[in-house]
């Protein structure tokens, strides 16, 4: 396993600029530019853990810190991430933190894990923006630590996603969620 990189190495501003063009149903094509997340981009990591908490304001996540966490003090080592953009509207993000025994995210395995979030605005779905962003995560963590973990809610469809990108159910991690349903972790291990 790689050391832990510093944040300077991890969110290297000039990784991976990419184009892609989708079809949307009903609106033709659309192009978007994918780009690292720098740590300059607190603000979009905060939008987009809006969407992926399902919380219906900022507000709202900064008042329950167990999810703020995943947004606040961006740009800390061991974060990366990327961004995907249409024109000066960022519509997508998937990023990754590393947590320890101290401070750990619902989808904690062990601190050199990484636990992904994702999220894409509610217009820009089921385009594959979010399969090509995670994809572009994972090859980038590959050779760099032994897995990528999250935490869903055993009932959202993103299971499928993260299925087909390898990830694979944690056994006994389920937990009884903050919405009184039912959690679990997966990995994508990558040795
Ligand atoms: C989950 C999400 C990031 C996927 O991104 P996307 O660009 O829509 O996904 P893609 O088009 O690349 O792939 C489609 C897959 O995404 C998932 N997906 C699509 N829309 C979704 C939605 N509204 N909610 C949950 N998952 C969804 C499904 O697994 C779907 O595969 P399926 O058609 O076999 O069911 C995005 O839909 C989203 O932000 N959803 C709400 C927030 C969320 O649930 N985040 C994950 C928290 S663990």
């Not at 790689?2 to 192009?31: H, K």
């Not at 994918?34 to 304001?57: F, N």
């Not at 499928?160 to 694979?168: D, H, K, P, S």
Request: charge should be negative.
């Amino acid at each position: 396993m790689s050391q832990i990189p510093e944040m300077d190495d991890d969110l290297r501003p000039e990784y991976d600029f990419t184009s892609l063009t989708v079809v949307a149903r009903g609106q033709g094509r659309m192009d978007y530019t994918i780009r690292a997340l720098t740590g300059e981009d607190g603000a979009i990591v905060w939008e987009m853990l809006r969407y992926a908490s399902h919380e219906p304001s900022l507000e709202s996540i900064q008042e329950q810190p167990y999810l703020a966490r995943y947004a606040s003090g961006w740009g800390r080592a061991g974060d990366s991430g990327c961004v995907a953009t249409r024109g000066a509207v960022s519509v997508a993000a998937a990023w990754l933190r590393l947590w320890s025994e101290d401070n750990k995210g619902f989808g904690y395995i062990s601190k050199e894990i990484l636990e992904l979030a994702m999220a894409v605005a509610p217009d820009c779905r089921n385009q594959g923006i979010g399969t090509r962003l995670l994809m572009q995560l994972l090859d980038r963590a590959t050779d760099r630590f032994p897995a990528v973990s999250l935490n869903v809610r055993q009932d959202n469809r993103v299971v499928r996603l993260y299925e087909r990108a390898g990830f694979i159910k944690v056994p006994a991690s389920e937990v009884i969620n903050r919405t009184g349903g039912v959690s679990f972790n997966m990995v994508r291990k990558f040795e």
